[in-house]
């Protein structure tokens, strides 16, 4: 069974700065593409960056030049760098990853991490 654990959500002040976390376990595990999401208050999910295990970067509009998503594979480790905050970026962060543990594919999420902008 594959496990994702976030870490490093908080309430910052507008302006401000986070660095989001994330550690995959599970056996013989080989992550593929990794990424972040997240979810307001009454809104829906959405993608907010990915990265393939080569390093190739997604981001959605709203967060280009403001978030930066890093992995680590030796470490099994996705990182979200969150600058320029605003309130709009107040949500829960889900880690996601995709890729074989035990040679049997899987799709896993985190338990999500909140964030809080305030002004």
């Known amino acids: 069974q594959v496990q994702l654990v976030e870490s490093g959500g908080g309430l910052v002040q507008a302006g401000g700065s986070l660095r989001l976390s994330c550690v995959a376990s599970g056996n013989r595990i080989q992550l593929n593409a990794m990424g972040w999401y997240r979810q307001a208050p009454g809104k829906q999910r959405e993608l907010v960056a990915r990265?393939?295990?080569?390093?190739?970067?997604e981001y959605v509009d709203s967060v280009k030049g403001r978030f930066a998503i890093s992995r680590d594979n030796a470490k099994s480790m996705v990182y979200l760098q969150l600058n320029s905050l605003k309130p709009e970026d107040t949500a829960v962060y889900y880690c996601?990853?995709?890729?074989?543990?035990?040679?049997?594919?899987?799709?896993?999420w985190g338990q999500g991490t909140v964030v809080t902008i305030y002004t």
């Open positions: 996601y990853a995709r890729g074989y543990s035990d040679m049997n594919a899987f799709n896993a």
């Open positions: 990265i393939s295990r080569g390093g190739s970067t």
